[in-house]
């Protein structure tokens, strides 16, 4: 039963990729700081002291600029307290002007491996698409929407639920999922390009 799950929370992280924000709160103080920092710069004549912040994600081309290879690893908390590592392969294809992503993911876990191919079409901000996972043949649907940072998704498949954020950030995404009626607690991700 532990390598299904472990394909589960692999098979997420194909969907570009998204957690349901528990705190909406610190998200909306980081945009104000994010602003704020920007603000003097500008009264400065255009000096910046840090790396210039990523633009928002296009709603209207969201997936642009997510094509090639990604790779990252993290953390994937069991309902029990476990904690496994795991390291993730991704290549994104990206069609229709960046309105329609491909994704081909493979995960390895000291609980298994796990391959997955994914479609994920954009439309004014929606999320729509599926997921398929070959080793142990489990497939579901996803909605989402697109967000200034990324991308806020839901899947569904079976009896499983879980909810993603993902927030690109120039060369790197940040992966958060919260999983229900699962014996995983949640999964923490970075996937950088290249």
């Known amino acids: 039963m532990k390598p299904a799950h472990i394909a589960f929370a692999a098979i997420l992280l194909c969907c570009t990729p998204a957690i349901a924000q528990d705190d909406p709160a610190p998200a909306a103080e980081t945009d104000t700081a994010i602003e704020s920092s920007d603000e003097?710069?500008?009264?400065?004549?255009?000096?910046?002291?840090?790396?210039?912040?990523?633009?928002?994600?296009?709603?209207?081309?969201?997936?642009k600029e997510l094509a090639g290879r990604w790779v990252?690893?993290?953390?994937?908390?069991?309902s029990e307290g476990k904690v496994e590592s795991?390291?993730?392969?991704?290549?994104?294809?990206?069609?229709?002007?960046?309105k329609?992503?491909?994704?081909?993911?493979?995960?390895?876990?000291?609980?298994g491996k796990v391959e997955v191919k994914s479609n994920v079409i954009a439309?004014?901000?929606?999320?729509?698409?599926?997921?398929?996972?070959?080793?142990?043949?489990?497939?579901?649907d996803l909605k989402g929407e697109v967000t200034q940072r990324g991308f806020r998704i839901s899947v569904k498949g079976g009896d499983l639920t879980a909810n993603m954020?993902?927030?690109?950030?120039?060369?790197?995404?940040?992966v958060e999922i919260q999983f229900?009626?699962?014996?995983l607690r949640g999964l923490t991700l970075i996937l950088k390009k290249g």
Do not use: H
């Open 165 to 174: 954020d993902v927030i690109v950030m120039n060369d790197r995404q940040i």
């Open 180 to 183: 229900f009626n699962s014996s």
């Open 86 to 98: 795991v390291k993730c392969r991704a290549t994104y294809f990206v069609e229709g002007a960046g």
């Open 72 to 78: 990252g690893e993290g953390r994937i908390g069991m």
């Open 100 to 111: 329609e992503l491909r994704q081909n993911i493979r995960c390895a876990s000291s609980g």
């Open 123 to 140: 439309n004014q901000g929606r999320l729509t698409g599926t997921w398929n996972e070959l080793v142990y043949n489990l497939g579901g």
């Open 40 to 63: 003097p710069n500008a009264e400065q004549g255009g000096s910046a002291k840090e790396e210039p912040r990523p633009a928002p994600v296009q709603k209207d081309a969201p997936f």
